[in-house]
């Protein structure tokens, strides 16, 4: 991955808008959000103790197999947000992003992929991760991909 200067940001409006939006607390205020999942809706106690709680090794990298898959599907026209020290990074190959994607699977909302499509996907808890989209378009483009994997996109 390649790191993005501020001078180049400067013909990337969306990543401007969304890291500010981000840092300052409002992304809610400026983006639609919808989460996708593994499941194809939310689940109950019961099935989230029977689908995650009581879920085996295999279960899991499964789970974790289709949501990786996603991220390095749409990584090639997306930047990495390090949310450390809150630069952009351009993705240059999808090995990078899978040796990136590995330490956050379920531990983390530290892996942020933003692209100028107009959306941005987030790491999330239980097999779910958080999209930030600005339009129809950028979430047709990322449902799109979701469900070409096996994967779900949830709303509230």
């Known amino acids: 991955m390649v790191f993005v200067s501020q001078e180049d940001l400067k013909d990337l409006p969306f990543l401007m808008s969304f ?7 409002t992304s809610d205020n400026f ?5 996708v999942c593994v499941f194809d809706h939310w689940l109950s106690r019961t099935e989230y103790s029977e689908y995650i709680g009581l879920a085996n090794s295999d ?7 289709l949501r990786s898959q996603l991220f390095v599907s749409i990584s090639a026209e997306c930047f990495l947000l390090n949310l450390d020290d809150c630069q952009y990074y351009r993705v240059t190959d999808t090995q990078s992003v899978k040796a990136s994607l590995a330490p956050h699977l379920n531990d983390s909302e530290g892996f942020l992929l933003v692209s100028e499509r107009g959306f941005a ?4 808890y239980d097999y779910t991760d958080l999209l930030h989209f600005s339009n129809s378009s950028s979430l047709k483009f990322v449902q799109t991909h979701a469900n070409e994997i096996g994967l779900h996109v949830l709303f509230n």
Not at 19 to 25: F, P, S
Not at 59 to 65: A, G, K, L, Q, W
């Open 31 to 35: 983006f639609k959000k919808a989460y």
């Open 121 to 124: 996907l987030q790491f999330g």
């Open 59 to 65: 279960r899991i990298s499964f789970y974790n197999s």
């Open 19 to 25: 890291r500010h939006a981000l840092l300052e607390g």
